[in-house]
Each structure stands twice: as structure tokens, then as C-alpha cells.
């Protein structure tokens, strides 16, 4: 039987993996520039964590997620989404007496049973950041920094933020009674996907992407009219802050984000290179989910995106990615003892930080040096019969062709 991989997820293949571990490079010295800390969290969680934290009625919880009854009879589920994890274990770990405030990140997968699309994977990394303990704006305007920083860093630069506020809980239950009268009077013009919606999950019909939704929702009352004052003081100085920074933005009621947890700042980072499904990352603030969780009231503010999607639009903007490191010095050997010989000094070598390959076919010298040259070797170093004698090989330079002989023991030294 010949196997393949399961629908939903993709193998990520050596000639590739320079591309990956140059972003993820970008994201962990980006993050720890702005001072976040990595936090790892498992791969499963207990299946009532996403029920009370993300919300039932939510299509991650309703439809997409990968859950399982473990052999002790527990209900587990792969994670589809950071924060709640990340909440889970700052409660469960005590960490509001540790410090007031914490800024964590993430780099890990995430598992939804969704439709696979361009760059959305049923298996796909994220890179996420949290800000926990504080209220304050300036947390909202560090994360869409942080974000918008990795994002130039990978190249790119021509994308969308788009901002919203959906405000405190009651002002938000309040306005969901208020949209969905509306909708209710319209619902004739409704796809079914939202009218499915407009019970379950309300807010989730002004982002439908259905031609006939957009018309009806383009002059449904808008949540920034029905905010309270302090809700809309604290969006307006989200908003004149990234103004004041040079960020451009654009307010957009449509951007209410899928989950129950969100209060008051929603944003997204969209890209016209990923199609219909056009979100590059986006996040919010989240004031009461510490508390569902269990833990004392705290403030909180996070975003997420997916790995595969930037690295997808970063292709596409022409982004040089760093290539796969060649070895820098390739071990021809012409005989049995030679290899052993070859082995010793490669070992040394590598102890010193110096990369080394060689032959593990038993091919021919030509063969040997075609390879070190399909490799990008920078050097080959020769060892027969006469040099085991001498104790010193031919050290060939793959750029010029200059060969000269050199001890076993300081080939270090002639390669610097």
C-alpha cells in the first residue's frame, strides 16, 4: 500500500526548509526584541478549555476541531488556536504573582478541520504574542508593531490593517440584540451560511464574504455608534496612536474576529496575495478570558498568524530568503584507511564549528567531486594513499582551483 499524506497537511522538504527557518528566525529575534518571551504549551488540551474559552457556538469549536476520548475516558483536543492554552497555563502556573506583566510568544502548530485553501492547512504553524496584566492602549498599538515589524522584516511590505471595537461585554450583547433585529428584517437576503449565523454566532455575519450578505450588512447599524464612552476613548487613542506612528490603517466595521473571548480591539493584517481568504494575521483584546479560565480578572491583548500564509506572500513580494548552509569542506577519500582518517579529522572539525561532508556511497572521484560541487562545497580535501603517508591531503579551493597541501591538523587554519 502506498501512503500519503493525510488531506490538510504538507510536508515541508529539505529544499525548502532554508525558507522556514529564516522566518522562524525572524520571528523569535523580532518577538525578543520587543521584549516577549517564548511560552510552550501542549499539543492537546482538555476538550473544555476551547468550549468555555473560545465559545461554543464558534465555528472552531462547532466544526474544526480535532477532538478525541483518551483511554482514561477524557475528552481531548488538539489545539486550534494559542490563547487559550496560553491563558490556561499562565492561571495554572501562578504567574500573575510572579510579575504584573508578561508579554509571551509562540511558534508552534495549530490543528482545525477546515477546508483546505491556499496556505490554510488542517495542520498549520502560528506564530503568536501575548500581552497579559495590563489595560492599557499601548498594548493594543506594541502587538500590531510587533506583527508589523515581522512582516517587514520578511519582506513584506503592501498589506492592509484593518481596526475595530467591538467594546465591553454589554455593550457588545447589547449591540448583537440590535443587529440581529436588523438582520432578522433582512434575512430574506441572507445566505444560509448566516442565517445559521444570526443564531449562533450574530457578529459573524458582518464578515461573510457572500456578495448578498456584504449588501445587507453594508448598512446595518455599526457597533462603533453603540459603544460607551470609555470604550470609544480607548479606540480613538488605539486609532491617533498608530496614526501618530506612521502606521496606516483603516477602521472597518466588518472585522468583529470569530471567538467569543474578544472585547473591545479587533485588528487584522490583510494580504491581496492570498486570495478570497485574504487575513494574514489578526487578534484583539480579550479582558475577560483569564477569568472564564478560572484565574483572577486580568487584562489581556494577543494576536496570532500563520507561518505558512507569510511565507506564501513573502514569495510572492520577491522575498530572498537565506539559503540552505552548504558545507563548507567536502572529504574525498581514496581508499578504506583514508576514510577512517577523513572521519577523525571531519569529527574535529565539526567540534570547531566547521562544517564537513563526504562520500557515503563509494562512488568514484570524479563522481566525489561533482557532488561537492552540487553541494556548493567551498573546499575539497583529498586524501589517497601518498597522503596518509605524508600525513597531509590536497586541499582544493572549488572557487579558483588552487590546491595546496595541507597538514590534517590545520585545515582550519587554511580555510579562514
Excluded at 449565523?197 to 464578515?207: A, I, K, Q
Aim: charged share 30%; net charge neutral.
Amino acid at each position: 500500500m502506498k501512503f500519503r499524506r493525510p488531506k490538510g497537511t504538507k510536508d515541508v522538504l529539505p529544499k525548502d526548509i532554508a525558507k522556514w527557518h529564516y522566518v522562524e528566525r525572524i520571528i523569535r529575534e523580532t518577538t525578543e526584541l520587543f521584549g516577549f518571551a517564548e511560552i510552550r504549551t501542549p499539543t492537546f488540551e482538555n476538550t473544555e478549555l476551547f468550549k468555555r474559552g473560545v465559545g461554543t457556538d464558534t465555528d472552531i469549536v462547532g466544526k474544526e476541531m480535532y477532538t478525541f476520548e483518551d483511554k482514561g475516558g477524557d475528552s481531548l483536543t488538539l489545539r486550534p488556536e494559542g490563547t487559550a492554552p496560553v491563558m490556561r497555563a499562565y492561571v495554572e502556573n501562578g504567574m500573575q504573582s510572579e510579575s504584573p506583566i508578561h508579554k509571551l510568544y509562540y511558534l508552534t502548530s495549530m490543528f482545525r478541520h477546515e477546508k483546505p485553501q491556499a496556505g490554510r492547512y488542517r495542520e498549520h504553524t502560528q506564530f503568536g504574542a501575548e500581552i497579559v496584566g495590563s489595560d492599557h492602549y499601548y498594548c493594543d498599538v506594541e502587538l500590531i508593531l510587533l506583527a508589523k515589524e515581522v512582516y517587514n522584516r520578511c519582506g513584506i511590505q503592501d498589506f492592509r490593517l484593518k481596526l475595530n471595537s467591538i467594546g465591553k461585554a454589554e455593550e457588545r450583547r447589547n449591540y448583537v440584540e440590535i443587529l440581529k433585529s436588523y438582520l432578522n428584517s433582512n434575512i430574506e437576503h441572507l445566505s444560509e451560511e448566516s442565517k445559521r449565523r444570526l443564531e449562533t454566532n450574530t457578529l459573524r455575519v458582518l464578515d461573510s464574504k457572500d456578495m448578498n450578505d456584504r449588501k445587507v450588512t453594508d448598512l446595518a447599524p455599526k457597533i462603533l455608534d453603540h459603544l460607551g464612552s470609555e470604550s470609544r476613548t480607548r479606540f480613538d487613542n488605539v486609532v491617533n496612536e498608530l496614526s501618530r506612528l506612521g502606521v496606516k490603517h483603516e477602521v472597518d466595521f466588518r472585522i468583529v474576529r470569530g471567538l467569543d473571548y474578544y472585547t473591545d480591539t479587533t485588528f487584522e493584517f490583510l494580504s491581496d496575495d492570498l486570495g478570497s481568504q485574504d487575513a494574514l494575521g489578526g487578534g484583539g483584546r480579550y479582558d475577560g478570558l483569564i477569568e472564564q479560565l478560572g484565574g483572577k480578572p486580568t487584562p489581556g491583548v494577543g494576536f496570532g498568524s500563520g507561518v505558512e500564509r507569510l511565507i506564501i506572500v513573502a514569495e510572492k513580494n520577491g522575498f530572498a530568503f537565506g539559503e540552505q548552509k552548504a558545507p563548507l569542506v567536502y572529504f574525498i577519500a581514496l581508499s578504506d584507511e583514508a576514510r577512517k582518517i577523513c572521519y577523525g579529522i571531519m569529527r574535529d572539525l565539526r567540534k570547531l564549528d566547521v562544517s564537513c561532508e563526504t562520500d557515503l556511497l563509494g562512488r568514484s572521484f570524479k563522481a566525489q567531486m561533482r557532488e561537492a560541487n552540487k553541494l556548493n562545497c567551498r573546499y575539497v580535501y583529498i586524501i589517497g594513499d601518498d597522503e596518509l603517508q605524508k600525513k597531509k591531503g590536497q586541499l582544493k579551493s572549488m572557487a579558483t582551483g588552487d590546491q595546496v597541501e595541507t597538514e590534517f591538523g590545520k585545515i582550519k587554519e587554511n580555510i579562514e
